[in-house]
């Protein structure tokens, strides 16, 4: 059997993920969303915020890329939760006020506290 070979033509990109239904037999599977609708994409944080995050990160050494903060939920996370952990001063801080944002245990437009 010859390996099917795959043209720029036959590939085509991922829209994101559909409601399907599959049908087996006498059972139908319905395949629902991947993501709870709790989950907000993007991060629901204030710019300005990650803006301040990126630049702490700079001051310290480590790259955040402000756009991928707020549209990549797995980079925002890892970014986070590498600042709190290692962070010195006002870092740690707005590391963790984010971290809460996006575990969703925090409004994102309420004031510090």
Known sequence: MKPRRFSAKSIRPSMAPRRQWVQRG??????????????????????????????????????AQVSRLAFDRIYALER????????????????LAL??????????RAPDA
């Open 99 to 108: 971290l809460q944002v996006h575990r969703g245990l925090r409004d994102p």
């Open 26 to 63: 006498a059972v139908t599977l319905e395949i629902g969303e991947l993501l709870p609708q709790r989950q907000h994409r993007p991060l629901p944080a204030d710019v300005p915020l990650l803006e301040r995050f990126a630049a702490l990160m700079a001051e310290q050494g480590w790259p």
């Open 80 to 95: 986070f939760s590498f600042a709190k952990r290692v962070g010195h001063g006002a870092l740690e801080g707005v590391a």
